[in-house]
């Protein structure tokens, strides 16, 4: 990207431009989509060819670090849902690695692809090439996330109540009633009341990560903006390191989070009253 | 003229505020939480690998509501779709 030295037009432009979105014709984001699926194929691929080479005696560090992984997750999964782990314990993996290799693709530079692109095709395709890294600061892809969970805790709730027990939980939760005349009136507040906490659990997750990680890459955006002439140069790569320091912790806090809240949801779904 | 910069000043101040009142509660709360950990992690050490751990996860659920009200803000701050939306 051509250096424009701190006139605010050319930061503007440069920060537009570092937020557009990659879209075919039909309005999808494809950078996102294409990242997502390379990364979730990598983690498969890692988890899969480490435990086909998975031996009982002494592991090597790779098969030492996925064991490690799956042992944490398993552990918190146990923790919190008391039922049959078989299914939840692998998406619950799934989710955690996904999240945090889709989160860590902000760790990259910014101008990473478009000194690729200048290198190869120069300067004029590198203007109108158009590739945001990051999955998960598109809010479509924390969204179609949090979606299939609250689709899966729904799922969840059926098996575990039943079609008919599901439905007349809706009403008769939390605010119970003896007397048909009581429960007819507090049916719809209970069910206001219900449809409330079921919508805010997948728009609070997706919100969760997309908010955490819009704003780390904004604020890499502007300190990489704001720096760049030959007198800033060594404040912009200082304030870069702190603050891509202080991410690494985010990335992984909020892949955790994402995944208990999965787990914590499901289970909840899950339990009898 | 006059309309666009009515846009931009109230889109400043409303920034501000929501970064400045967003994270005056989100301080508090991680203030509030941390204090309760340090007395209880006095109290019973033995305890404290576990309610780090559950530490962590409520700090980032403290700072969830902050830090999408600072992406929103800085949306509207940087690529302003109430100015973009000024017929020309």
Known sequence: MSAESGASGGLTEYIQHHLTHNTSASGIHIDSWVTALVLGLLFCFWFWSMARRATAGVPSKGQAFVEMVVEFVDGQVKDVFHGNRAFIAPLALTIFMWVFFMNAMDLLPLDLIGIGVQTIAGEEAAHHTYWRIVPTADLNTTFAMSTVVFLLTIFYSIKAKGGWGFTKELFTAPFHAHGVGAKAALALPNFALNIVEYLSKPVSLAMRLFGNMYGGELVFMLIAGLAVSWVTFLPGVIFNAAWAIFHILIILLQAFIFMVLTVVYLAMAHEHH | ?88
């Open chain 2, 1 to 88: 003229m006059e309309f666009i910069a009515q846009i931009q000043s109230f889109t400043a101040i409303a920034a501000g505020l929501i970064i400045g009142l967003g994270a005056m509660g989100a301080c508090i709360g991680i203030g509030i939480m941390g204090s309760k950990f340090l007395e209880s992690a006095a109290r019973q050490p033995e305890l404290v690998p576990m309610l780090q751990a559950r530490m962590f996860l409520l700090a980032g659920l403290i700072d969830a509501a902050f830090i999408i009200g600072l992406a929103i803000a800085m949306f509207f701050a940087i690529a302003n779709p109430l100015l973009t939306a000024l017929p020309k």
